[in-house]
């Protein structure tokens, strides 16, 4: 069911801007959830409850967005090797961090293989969404720039970019709109002002922790995806 978050009261002797007992917690030790963008031929679009091709999906927590409010920290790239076994169907068999790594993978793979190896890359967007109870949460954007909205990336970068500062310091509305060519859906960044100074106080705390998502949410799925993932 689509997401509403409900303010919860904070009693007076909790002191929330104290981190004590996390001293030793870094980026390492958190999973980000990961956004979905839901086309029409998604298995989560005819399996949730009340989804909708173009909602954003988050399958850690069930919850659908038409729209969320985010700042983002950084963009991460990484190699996705992959079988093109036929015009409309191509197998993702590894990612890798490194560019190098990723081709010589292919070199091997295409040793053996009877179908192309090709790498393409991918997008992450990392960043903290802001909640309706004014707290925020770790969430990753996963872009396939080579599919047919592989402009996302572009237009949130050059929105950040033409803004000025550090990457943190704008609040982003995240939606999606049907491309009129084919109907696949894309992301569309809106920008609504500068972000709230704990939100700016968090990212820029988590940028010097060097945010990255772990290796292993790389591991290669076995079967063709359709929407955007966490890998």
Do not use: C
Request: proline share 3%.
């Amino acid at each position: 069911m689509t997401n509403e978050n409900k303010k919860e009261l904070v009693p007076s002797y909790i002191n929330q801007n104290s981190t004590k007992g996390n001293e030793t917690i870094d980026q390492d030790d958190i999973t980000p959830l990961s956004i979905i963008l839901l086309q029409q031929n998604s298995t989560f679009t005819s399996k949730v409850d009340g989804a909708q091709e173009g909602d954003m999906y988050i399958k850690a927590t069930n919850e659908l967005y038409k729209e969320l409010d985010m700042v983002f920290i950084k963009q991460e790239k990484n190699w996705a090797v992959v079988e093109v076994v036929s015009a409309k169907e191509t197998n993702v068999l590894n990612y890798f961090n490194s560019k190098r790594e990723a081709e010589l993978d292919i070199s091997e793979r295409s040793k053996t293989s009877r179908n192309q190896i090709k790498l393409r890359p991918n997008i992450r967007h990392i960043g903290l969404q802001l909640m309706a109870d004014n707290t925020f949460r770790l969430i990753v954007i996963p872009i396939k720039i080579w599919a047919t909205y592989n402009t996302s990336h572009k237009q949130l970068n050059t929105l950040l970019v033409n803004r000025g500062g550090d990457r943190f310091n704008h609040l982003i509305k995240v939606g999606t709109m049907a491309e009129p060519k084919n109907g696949t859906y894309v992301y569309g960044f809106e920008a609504k002002g500068y972000a709230p100074e704990n939100l700016v106080k968090e990212a820029n705390r988590l940028y010097d922790l060097d945010v990255k998502t772990k290796d292993d949410a790389y591991e290669a799925p076995k079967v063709q995806q359709d929407d955007d993932e966490d890998f």
